[in-house]
């Protein structure tokens, strides 16, 4: 176990000024507070923490963390408590104590929604301060360092977990070197024996290539030294879990996987970076698609560096990563190398570097402040720790990273939520595109946006960001109650004025406790989506008045509706002349055989799409049965004398024999009705069934045509389709 002088000799290395006294006196209470506890493997307690702060001084964090990391089980598992840390320590390290302490306690649940809250709590915790992550991790990296002495089942739960979150998270943290380990110790718990055979055939390797290693170092080394580039090359085997996770996505054998080697050149400057690029490139054929400049592109956790893979000497497949030494640092510390400790060790200005990790981090926390189902909080992200990258530029150069598979409509939502909200369509590298399309890395994206739109609820399954999807999901659930309380307006205006009562608002507020309902637009939404009668309302308002006939939304267009008597509103935008709907709502005749003029008609609300009108006898009807709450009362308002046309759908069948066609297509223009479209299929030898898709004026004009079909011997039959 670490010695107390241990402990404070390892921080004083990378700073000497650190506050001696403070770790000596987490380190005495923390002992003290652990006292005789054991660990699974039998080994004190102590030790843990102290192997939780050794890890985190590997990362060069403030003695406040170091501080927290020592005395982050004391609360939970000891008689310690909140009070006393913080009368103790000071109220910067207790913060962090209970941060984890918090974590900890919501650790023990380990149902999958109870992990989602788990983790949401967790990050929240972080937004206000990162290093509570940071301790987090390094406390699960030392006990899946220790998992053996867990029972089985355990073991597995644990690893898995950290396999889905913990080593995800320091990957996007920046911290490659515990991703890794991480990795490891999962896969090696998850697949003991697929970690064994890779690990064996790792082993046989290393003896017959020991020498190729170091060969190609030193090649390397020589050719860049020969153009005065003075370089660190250093050259290892990939991890088992890397490489196993290559054979999977590749499904090749170990024998094929060709770049097994991965070496690392670390140069002074970013123009040395390019340099030994060039003379790598020009010394060995590359492999194409290999080559990734993650340098003038940085990944969203701040990781910078080219790759390229080359077919090297012995014609052996080498991978290369080419950075400067403090890319270097952040690729293995991440954040904690460059936006904590550097910043300081007073801990205040400690979040005031925001790097690009720290940024997700506070993405995160923004889609965590808008949804509330901790589920769906896990699905986004995992969504967004596991995909890929790319990076599109807005036309003004700035830089969007977006998980692969990402639309333009994620780009949107990207750049700001009202941008997604208002998209229409997109220019992806100066060219119209459709907002579909999967971007590649590079593209230039700019989003064409047209004001007072909504997004259609399609959307919410086609984007791939959880911040495009919570958007989605709340814009069409706003755009759909903006319809239920518009139609209930409609709906209650037409009540009020037929029972020849005042309606307004202030008489409705009035009326709010006596229909149960906390505002005014609880009650328009709620007469809108049928939950609440009407008549009902203008008792409410009027408990003096009595009605003869209940009014309300009493299912299937009985031809008395709520609008009955009032004067009409007025086309519609749309050009389908109906009552009972309001304006903004969008409205549109059943595809399969609309209604005319004269058919008794039905609307059926589809929430975040409008209101489909159908003839009353349609049997796709049928099924919104049980939902009655989506059957909206509607009448035709069409003034005298009108010329406008409907659309509607005849089938005929016709005998086979020349000229019939031309015989039916005659009487429909001798009755003024317009064909919009003919469909034919053959049945038998004798007869052709027909579809004829026709404008009339009203039903009187559609039955007199179909009348003088039935007439004509060619036609042995004529149905009209409603749906
Ligand atoms: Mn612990």
């Not at 102290?50 to 990362?59: F, K, N, R």
């Not at 400067?324 to 904590?340: P, R």
């Amino acid at each position: 176990m670490m010695r107390q002088y241990e402990l404070v000799e390892r921080v004083k290395r990378y700073n000497p000024s650190a506050d001696e006294a403070l770790l000596n006196r987490a380190y005495v209470y923390a002992m003290m507070a652990h006292g005789n506890q054991k660990r699974a493997s039998g080994d004190l307690f102590f030790g843990h923490p102290l192997e939780v702060a050794a890890i985190l001084t590997d990362m060069k964090l403030d003695e406040a963390t170091i501080a927290a990391a020592v005395l982050h089980d004391t609360v939970e598992d000891t008689e310690a408590t909140l009070e006393e840390i913080n009368k103790t320590f000071g109220p910067q390290i207790g913060a962090l104590v209970d941060g984890l302490t918090k974590i900890k306690r919501l650790d023990l649940v380990s149902k999958r929604a109870a992990q989602g809250e788990n983790f949401r709590k967790l990050l929240l915790a972080v937004a206000d301060d990162v290093r509570v992550l940071l301790v987090k991790l390094a406390d699960r990296l030392h006990n899946m360092r220790t998992l053996g002495f867990m029972p089985p089942e355990k073991r597995q739960r644990i690893a898995q977990e950290t396999l889905e979150i913990y080593a995800p998270l320091a990957g996007r943290m920046g911290i490659q070197e515990m991703r890794e380990e991480l990795e490891e110790l999962s896969f090696q718990n998850l697949d003991p024996e697929a970690f064994e055979a890779i690990n064996r055939h790792l082993h046989e390797l290393t003896a017959k290539s020991e020498k190729l290693v170091e060969e190609i170092e030193q090649t390397l080394t020589t050719k860049l030294k020969a153009q005065g580039i003075d370089a660190q090359v250093s050259g290892r085997q990939k991890r088992p879990y890397s490489i196993w996770r290559k054979m999977e996505r590749k499904s090749v054998s170990f024998e094929q996987l060709s770049d097994i080697f991965a070496f690392r050149i670390i140069v002074g400057t970013v123009d040395e970076c390019y340099r030994a690029l060039g003379i790598v490139h020009t010394s060995w054929p590359m492999v194409p698609g290999r080559y990734k400049d993650y340098i003038s592109t940085p990944k969203q956790n701040d990781y910078r560096s080219i790759h390229t893979t080359v077919i090297g000497p012995g014609s052996q497949r080498v991978e290369l990563q080419i950075r400067t030494a403090d890319m270097d640092e952040v690729a293995e510390y991440g954040i904690a190398a460059h936006a904590l400790y550097k910043e300081g060790v007073n801990g205040n200005s400690r979040l005031a570097n925001e790097s690009r990790a720290y940024q997700w981090l506070r993405r995160t926390i923004d889609l965590l402040a808008e949804g509330d189902n901790p589920e769906e909080f896990l699905e986004h992200t995992k969504l967004e720790l596991f995909h890929d990258q790319v990076f599109c530029f807005t036309p003004k150069g700035r830089l969007i990273a977006l998980p692969r598979g990402a639309t333009p409509i994620d780009f949107a939502y990207a750049v700001h939520t009202d941008v997604g909200n208002t998209a229409v369509g997109c220019k992806i590298n100066g060219r119209m595109s459709p907002l579909l399309t999967e971007l590649q890395n590079g593209d230039e994206v700019e989003i064409v946006r047209a004001e007072g739109q909504t997004p259609p609820a399609a959307w919410e399954s086609l984007v791939v960001t959880g911040k495009a999807r919570a958007s989605i999901r709340r814009a069409t659930r706003t755009a759909v109650r903006r319809q239920y309380t518009g139609l209930g307006h409609q709906i209650l205006e037409r009540a009020f004025e037929r029972a020849g009562r005042a309606f307004s608002d202030e008489k409705l507020k009035g009326a709010l406790p006596r229909l149960a309902r906390a505002s005014v637009e609880d009650v328009l939404a709620a007469v809108g989506r049928g939950e609440m009668f009407s008549g009902d309302v203008v008792r409410a308002v009027y408990p003096d008045y009595k009605d003869e006939r209940r009014v309300g939304p009493d299912g299937k267009g009985t031809g008395q509706p709520d609008g009955a008597g009032t004067k009409p509103t007025g086309e519609q935008p749309t050009g389908i002349p109906v009552r009972g709907l309001n304006k903004d709502m969008p409205i549109r005749f059943a595809p399969e055989g609309g209604a005319v003029p004269g058919d008794r008609i039905v609307g059926i609300l589809t929430p975040g799409e409008g209101v489909t009108i159908y003839p009353i006898q349609s049997p796709s009807l049928a099924a919104f049965d049980n939902e009655p709450d989506r059957w909206i009362d509607v009448r035709w308002d069409l003034e005298s004398g009108s010329t406008q046309r409907f659309p509607a759908r005849i089938k005929l069948q016709s005998i086979n024999e020349p000229g019939s066609l031309a015989q039916i297509a005659q009487v429909i223009a001798d009755h003024d009705g317009n064909i919009d479209n003919v469909n034919m299929k053959r049945r038998t030898q004798d007869f052709t069934d027909i579809t004829i898709d026709l404008t009339v004026w009203d039903l009187k004009h559609l039955n007199a045509i179909i009348a003088e079909l039935r007439a004509k011997r060619v036609v042995s039959r004529v149905d009209r389709i409603t749906g």
